[in-house]
């Protein structure tokens, strides 16, 4: 299992990298941000033994579980918190990721700046745009991303970039230029965009981290 994990790990770098020539872009343009949702740590401690150093998790609880062991070993490793991030869990969020990439209301950010502050740390993040403006879907609405961008920088936070997630229901070409854009104008050079499903269309609009679970590990199990 563990080798064929590996085998599967380096013909996406290897995709990925004739995907970025065709683009005409640099092969060191874009990251692997493998998801570990519902993996276990013996899975992904084989992907570190490979070299690979970047990683996602939807659920601070889950990620508490199973990544402080791992950085003892691994402490190289970069861990970013790609899932909704609830006000009461920041403190234990601020704890353990490098990267906060759901960073979607004012309030959210206010609690950051002041956890942050609090335990003397400086953490890098991301704004998470709303851009099919779903109500079930977190996120900011694309009109009020450029302010909600410049709240958080007069806070302290270091926004890095923009991340996103298209409607399942739709193309996601359009909502991948619409945060290409959104970026510009906020003066942010990362972009969190593409999943297994759609990073080929990602790479081609300018995506400089695609966030990729079962493209790696393979279909989930059901109820994962």
């Known amino acids: 299992m563990h080798n064929s994990l590996i085998d599967t790990y380096q013909k996406t770098q290897q995709e990925i990298h004739s995907l970025l020539m065709q683009a005409s872009r ?3 343009s874009c990251e692997i941000l ?6 276990p740590a013996e899975l992904i401690k084989s992907l570190l033994e ?3 150093q970047l990683f996602g998790e939807n659920y601070v609880q889950e990620a508490l579980e ?8 691994y402490p190289k490793l970069r861990l970013h918190l790609i899932g909704p991030l609830q006000t009461n869990k920041v ?3 601020l704890s353990l990721f490098d990267v906060i990439e759901s960073v979607d209301r004012p309030k959210l950010a206010e609690m950051l700046a002041k956890e942050q502050q609090k335990q003397s740390l400086q953490k890098e993040y991301f704004v998470q745009v709303n851009t099919g403006n779903e109500d079930q879907k977190s996120g900011i609405a694309p009109q009020k991303t450029q302010e909600l961008v ?3 920088q007069n806070l302290g936070l270091k926004v890095k970039g923009l991340m996103a997630i298209p409607p399942a229901d739709q193309h996601p070409a359009p909502h991948f230029s619409l945060l ?3 970026a510009q104008r906020c003066g942010l050079k990362e972009l969190s965009m593409g999943m297994s499903q759609d990073y080929p269309i990602a790479i081609r609009l300018g995506s400089t981290q695609l966030r990729l679970g079962t493209k790696i590990f393979g279909p989930r199990l059901p109820n994962n």
């Open 180 to 182: 290409y854009g959104l």
């Open 50 to 52: 490979a070299g690979h």
């Open 26 to 28: 640099s092969s060191d």
């Open 66 to 73: 199973k990544w402080p062991i791992l950085r003892l070993s």
């Open 34 to 39: 493998v998801v570990g949702k519902q993996q």
């Open 150 to 152: 410049s709240f958080c």
């Open 91 to 93: 403190a234990a969020a």
